[in-house]
């Protein structure tokens, strides 16, 4: 799991603007960096945004990783290009732009630069903050691209409200029980939606492991699982087990997206307004 | 007076309440048991539901795919006449996860039903039958085993091939739990679906025991004592076959049991291949509820698998068998 | 129990292919009760094979046994082991057993008799093998593993007694006490079958002789007709005399032919 999310925050994109957005932006707003036209991405999380909010027609390459469903949430435009990370590779499509990520193919990208294609590195986000950090540089370089506007601003607006006071405990709940405790992303956005982590709480920092007696024990509100669920592995058996029929039938789960894992530009503003409103019905049952 | 083999049985049957009593205590969190009997099965305080619904199902778990592997293993050792012979050795135990593998990763959920532990089964007949044709009737310890290795290392091949391609992030995690077996996260649900398959399976066995006995003189005395045709070779392959992938399929394979146990248990039956079958359900359910107490109180959540335990236990084993072996004492 | 007391077993134009070789051809025989016969012939002529054929190891190709007249396809496996014992010619306990448990295999037709101590005891007893009821079967000499073996063969009631040379791997004296245990056995009514390569025994003790050779009955009757020099010379392929005192022949192989 967490190496698959490692890879996912690896590798590179690339970016597009679309001549729509361009023209409104030159109506509306300061120029954007470029209008970039064929844009190479070799970052897991990278792909994801570009495929999700620029054209198709824009993207030149994403990543071979992006070809499995499981990532991937967007179509796959049919004129993209796979690549494993090779300069060479990337070099024959002749990019306008190519993304990548803070970690992994950094040789790639050295030789690129050298080779005076424009490679531009976006930070990765393991916190808010960082998040915030990354959607700024995705704008300064992508230009303002509509729902990268929205999510940006639907995150700052969630972040400039003060901190919730705690009103009701959860514990998240993960493949091989695994937990996520202090310096997490999703132990941030568990208290900013007004939740107690309890596996913080325990004194768990980054990720720790949680048998199914200490989920029980611990009683938490709300008990969190993470996504990706759908096919079957040994690792899930926990969440699957009967002890916690208790918590599903009353409702009491909530679901983290996968791509909160590899990519969480993409849902971070969403999951934060479903926990919120998931801690507002609890504090409303009572 | 009671002899020393009935003594030592009579120990043997008498330590298995106190290790479940022991299982029950034993966990990460400190539990009020008196408290939690005392609120019953339907009671939803955590204490309750930590005793109900986790640590008992799992505790029993233990004992009945102890008692299968063990009993697993006496019968085979006693068709095969060759106390090498072990169900996970012989392929019968990768025979039942590759079909759960199957079944699980590309075909249907979790809760299909009676079709996980009967294709499990299946799985393993097919491969205890391919390694009985392979080594041909009668075959010597050597040919046996060669026979066994064979299928077995392609069907722990063949398990690696169907994960590696498997719709899930953790396959290489998952390899290692069905070669190494687990008792994590078991319900209720996991047993109720391996119980009747273990029990029909143990049933066929003990069904079987005077032909296990008759056929410690050979396969011709055997059918000259009235134990003729493939009805009773069938019986028995079916009985392991029943038990030992019903068990494979809710807890992996986990080797070592079906081996040491019968090995343990043979003087104590005064080397009663019939006996052998019931004392080793036992002392096989004894010494898996043990290893799983060990596996929660000295490694915890994180899980070391239980097979790992088992071979920890099964390898000093075998040192003192090569031991004694060297002291000119039988095998 | 509906077991008789007596058995006669017949060999109708009994046949046997095993992987496409013809081990006996067009045998039929006969072995009535207080009769003991032995089945000589070469190595490789079918005494193993006849043997298995009769104990129900082996199901004869073509052909048909009948026990007391009846065809054995119609009498269950059970029923059948409890009319006829076997001992086949090498059998090696898979596990090692007491020699009394190794003894008590035999009563399994049986089901569990009460006095199956008692019987145990006697058995051992009859081939003088009481000494070790109580030793690993491994831990016996090639003879006295033998002299148990046999011990399992009589502990049961079956009217039918089979046995593949038993007298192999015994000292003189138990080749002996062997012998007359299955003359004693013949002589209270049983129907007693052997395998042997030791002709002079066989004419000594038995009362019918079948001579095998290529899987063909090449002849059958008593000693005196069947152990002629001519006959068991052409068999054998050796020139030999038999020489006959008082009903007991002793047997001189001279010289290769």
């Known amino acids: 799991m967490e190496e698959c999310r490692a890879a996912a925050r690896q590798i590179a994109g690339m970016s597009v603007s679309v001549k729509k957005l361009f023209l409104l932006s030159l109506l509306l707003l300061p120029l954007p960096a470029a209008a970039y036209e064929r844009i190479a991405s070799l970052n897991l999380c990278l792909d994801q945004i570009l495929l999700n909010w620029v054209a198709p027609e824009k993207i030149a390459s994403v990543t071979w990783l992006s070809a499995n469903e499981h990532y991937r949430s967007a179509p796959l435009p049919e004129q993209v290009h796979l690549n494993r990370g090779r300069a060479e590779e990337l070099l024959r499509l002749q990019p306008d732009l190519i993304l990548v990520g803070q970690f992994g193919a950094q040789r790639a990208a050295r030789r690129l630069r050298d080779l005076g294609l424009n490679v531009v590195a976006i930070p990765d986000a393991y916190s808010l903050e960082q998040l915030r950090d990354q959607l700024g540089a995705l704008e300064n370089t992508l230009g303002q691209l509509q729902p990268l506007q929205k999510q940006k601003q639907q995150l700052d607006k969630l972040l400039a409200a003060p901190m919730p006071p705690a009103q009701a405990s959860a514990l998240i709940l993960s493949a091989n029980n695994i937990t996520y405790g202090d310096g997490m992303l999703e132990h941030q956005l568990l208290e900013r939606a007004g939740f107690r982590n309890l596996a913080a709480k325990q004194g768990v920092k980054q990720l720790g492991r949680v048998s199914l007696e200490e989920v029980i024990a611990a009683q938490p509100d709300l008990l969190v699982f993470y996504g990706g669920e759908k096919d079957f592995a040994v690792a899930h058996l926990a969440a699957r087990h009967p002890a916690l029929k208790n918590y599903i039938d009353s409702g009491r789960t909530y679901t983290l997206p996968a791509e909160l894992g590899f990519c969480p530009a993409l849902v971070a503003a969403d999951v934060l307004q479903q926990l919120t409103d998931k801690r507002k019905s609890f504090v409303e049952a009572r | ?331 | 129990m509906t077991v008789e007391k007596h058995l006669e077993a017949s060999c109708l134009k009994l046949a046997l292919e095993r992987r496409h070789h013809r081990v006996l051809t067009d045998i039929s025989c006969s072995f009535k009760p207080f009769e003991l016969t032995a089945v000589v012939g070469p190595n490789g002529a079918g005494k193993s094979s006849l043997l298995q054929c009769l104990a129900g190891v082996l199901a004869p190709t073509v052909g048909h046994i009948e026990l007391n007249g009846e065809a054995v396809e119609q009498i269950s496996a059970a029923e059948r082991a409890r009319r006829s014992a076997y001992l086949p010619q090498s059998e090696t306990p898979a596990w090692s057993l007491s020699s009394a448990d190794l003894v008590a295999l035999g009563l399994l037709p049986w089901g569990r008799p009460a006095d199956r101590e008692r019987r145990v005891a006697a058995a051992l007893q009859l081939v003088d093998a009481q000494q070790f009821a109580h030793r690993p079967v491994t831990q016996l000499s090639g003879g006295e593993l033998r002299r148990v073996q046999l011990a399992r063969l009589l502990v049961g009631e079956a009217p039918l007694l089979i046995a593949d040379e038993p007298t192999a791997a015994l000292d003189i004296r138990h080749q002996l006490q062997l012998m007359q245990n299955f003359r004693r056995q013949a002589d209270a009514g049983k129907t007693v079958v052997l395998a042997l390569h030791d002709l002079s025994l066989a004419a000594r003790y038995c009362d019918r002789i079948l001579l095998l050779h290529d899987g063909h009955l090449r002849a059958q009757g008593t000693p005196e007709d069947v152990f002629t020099p001519a006959l068991v010379g052409d068999v054998y392929g050796v020139s030999c005399e038999f020489r006959w005192r008082d009903g007991v022949a002793d047997f001189v192989p001279l010289d290769l032919l």
């Open chain 2, 1 to 331: 007076m009671l002899k020393p083999g009935k003594f030592v049985l009579a120990m043997l049957f008498a330590a298995l309440p106190l290790a479940l009593i022991a299982a029950l205590v034993s966990g990460p969190v400190p539990v009020d048991l008196g408290a939690a009997l005392s609120q019953g099965w339907h009671s939803d305080s955590s204490d309750a539901v930590i005793l109900w619904q986790l640590r008992l199902p799992r505790a029993l778990l233990a004992i009945l795919v102890g008692a299968a592997l063990g009993m697993g293993g006496a019968a085979m050792q006693g068709m095969l006449r060759n106390p090498l012979a072990e169900p996970a050795l012989l392929g019968v135990s990768s025979g039942a996860a590759l079909a759960a593998i199957l079944l699980l990763y590309y075909g249907l959920a979790w809760l299909s039903g009676w079709l996980l532990p009967a294709l499990a089964i299946f799985g393993a007949f097919c491969a205890v039958a391919c390694v009985w044709m392979l080594a041909g009737r009668g075959a010597s310890a050597s040919r046996l085993v060669l026979a066994g290795v064979a299928i077995n290392a392609f069907l722990s091949a063949l398990m690696a091939l169907a994960l590696n391609y498997a719709p899930s992030m953790f396959a290489m995690q998952e390899i290692v739990f069905w070669l190494l077996g687990s008792l994590a996260n078991r319900g209720w649900d996991q047993l109720l679906l391996a119980v009747p398959f273990i029990l029909f399976g143990g049933v066929l066995l003990y069904c079987a025991r005077n032909y296990l006995r008759a056929l410690s003189l050979g396969e011709d005395s055997a059918a000259s004592l009235g134990f003729r045709g493939r009805r009773y070779p069938l019986m028995v392959l079916l009985g392991i076959a029943s038990a030992v992938g019903a068990a494979v399929a809710v807890a992996g394979t986990i080797g070592f049991v079906g081996l040491v146990v019968p090995h343990l248990m043979r003087p104590l039956v005064k080397q009663d291949p019939g006996r052998l079958l019931w004392s080793s359900a036992l002392a096989g359910a004894l010494l898996l509820l043990l290893a799983d107490i060990l596996v929660i109180n000295f490694v915890g959540a994180q899980e070391l698998r239980i097979g790992a335990v088992t071979a920890f236990i099964g390898a000093p084993f075998f040192f003192w068998l090569i031991v004694s072996a060297r002291r000119g004492q039988q095998l």
